[in-house]
């Protein structure tokens, strides 16, 4: 098994608290969802360092974690970690037969968290992620591993993430604020849902806390009143925000 190392950067407090936040919402959505792809409507939303850091966090709460990193198209895993092989080989040279399994398996300096590379970028992406190889990889894998993790390329661009969704238990969104149309976001939802893959939430990613901005003001709110000991509940979360549902408010009565 090949060895690699993230590259680590610092995280504020409110950065950790949400991915905290993230992993302990993908763990109460239940024991079934274990293979997991992330993807966004377009490039540059942030799903590949989501997916890194809510890896390396579920792996932190003792749960054996493999993350695939299936942008075959453009991948920036490389630049994150230092690696001691001249040649890496990755999900690509596996599934187009290359190579086996043992050459693209990476362990981490996490005990509990391993990884795949995208590998080399082929001619063929879609044609490769929805072939039987790799359905039975994410098969093998799911009961191997606690989470599989799957980093998709944009499916507002191509079409790659809604062919990995056909084999995965749930889809987690990245959707940029204030970048991302309203019916886009909906389109690419739907193309989830049209591959039979259950949409477990959105994540809301490149909050503006800019002194005096709706999203600044909205967090000091939120977070003064669970600190006067108001009822916690779940929503919106520091820097990156987990959308999940939320069941509509009572109407007040009048008086």
Not at 48 to 60: G, P
Not at 157 to 162: E, K, N, P, Q, R
Not at 169 to 174: E, K, L, R, T
């Amino acid at each position: 098994m090949n060895i690699t190392k993230f590259n680590e950067s610092k995280q504020d407090y409110s950065v950790r608290e949400a991915f905290k936040a993230l992993r302990t919402n993908l763990l109460f959505c239940g024991s079934e969802y274990k293979t997991i792809v992330i993807t966004s409507c377009i490039k540059n939303e942030g799903k590949s360092t989501i997916s890194i850091e809510l890896a390396k966090s579920l792996s932190l709460a003792e749960k054996r974690v493999l993350l695939i990193d299936a942008d075959l198209r453009k991948s920036i895993y490389t630049s994150k970690y230092t690696i001691n092989e001249q040649e890496v080989f990755g999900l690509s040279e596996y599934l187009s037969g290359q190579t086996d399994y043992d050459n693209v398996l990476y362990k981490t300096q996490y005990e509990n968290l391993d990884l795949i590379f995208a590998g080399a970028v082929p001619p063929n992406p879609v044609e490769l992620l929805s072939s039987k190889k790799f359905e039975a990889l994410v098969r093998e894998k799911r009961d191997e591993y606690d989470y599989v993790i799957i980093d998709a390329a944009p499916l507002g661009a191509v079409i790659d993430a809604a062919a990995i969704a056909a084999f995965c238990d749930g889809a987690i969104m990245i959707i940029s604020a204030n970048e991302i149309h309203c019916r886009m976001a909906q389109d690419v939802k739907e193309q989830l849902e049209r591959s039979d893959c259950k949409v477990l939430g959105a994540i809301l990613n490149k909050i503006p806390l800019k002194a005096g901005s709706y999203y600044n003001n909205y967090y000091k709110k939120y977070y003064g009143k669970y600190k006067k000991g108001s009822t916690y509940g779940y929503g919106h979360y520091g820097a990156y925000g987990y959308a999940s549902e939320s069941k509509p408010k009572k109407d007040k009565k009048q008086k």
